[in-house]
Structures are given as C-alpha cells and as structure tokens.
C-alpha cells in the first residue's frame, strides 16, 4: 500500500500563487503515473495535471495550461502542484493520486479518476477575487 499526504492549501488573492506538495510513502512498489484532481462543490473530479514518473512527461487540462507545472521528486518521493495567477474558478478540494499502470494513451486515460489506485484525503485551495 502507498500512502499519499497533500499540504499547502489555503486561501489566496486571485492573480496570486500557491504550491501544492504531496509526499508518498509505505510500500516501495513502482507507481507508473501520478497525477493532481480537483473537486468543487456539487461538480465531478476532474484530472488537471499529470506526469509519467519514468519519462516525465507531463499533461495537463486546457484550464490550467501555462498557469500550473507539476513536478516530480523520484529520490525524495515527492509529488509538486505549483499554481501561478490562480482564479477563482480553481477553487476546489486538491487530490494528489498514483497509479500502478498507465499506459501512454494521453489525456483521455490520465484524467479518470478510476484508473488511480491511491488517492491522499486533500488539501482545499479557496481564490478569493
């Protein structure tokens, strides 16, 4: 079993910046993917950023492009959300997640919440406009 711990929520001025940390730990098994959701009130999970833990190769969803870089720490076992000129509309419980597999298949797969195998219990981000 892995264990996933979210920190760094909070509230924050639109415009303004915040950095989400996600330490994993417990069983040394080889996590393929991991990846950042996102849940607001009264609205599905949603995949925003993603990385293979190998290749590094990162996506992300069209609403947060150029504004969100997630990063990965192999040797420290750290996962990253760093969040630049937040909006409003990011306002939302933050779950960092793992999978055992992930296939290369691009956005389509990374952004299922059914294909993650470990999820952390979230940290909330408030953008306050």
């Known amino acids: 079993q892995v264990q996933l711990v979210e920190s760094g929520g909070g509230s924050v001025q639109a415009g303004g910046p915040l950095r989400l940390p996600c330490a994993a730990s417990?069983?040394?098994?080889?996590?393929?993917?991991m990846g950042w959701f996102r849940q607001a009130p009264g609205k599905e999970r949603e995949g925003v950023a993603h990385?293979?833990?190998?290749?590094?190769?990162?996506f992300y969803t069209d609403s947060v492009k150029g504004r969100f870089t997630i990063s990965r720490d192999n040797v420290k076992n750290t996962l990253s959300l760093q969040m630049n000129s937040l909006k409003p509309e990011d306002t939302a419980m933050y779950y960092c997640?793992?999978?055992?597999?992930?296939?290369?298949?691009?956005?389509?797969?990374?952004?299922?919440?059914?294909?993650?195998?470990?999820w952390g219990q979230g940290t909330q981000v408030t953008v306050s406009s």
């Open positions: 990385i293979y833990t190998g290749a590094g190769s990162t």
């Open positions: 997640a793992a999978a055992r597999i992930c296939p290369y298949s691009g956005g389509s797969y990374l952004t299922r919440p059914d294909n993650y195998n470990y």
């Open positions: 417990g069983s040394n098994e080889r996590l393929s993917c």
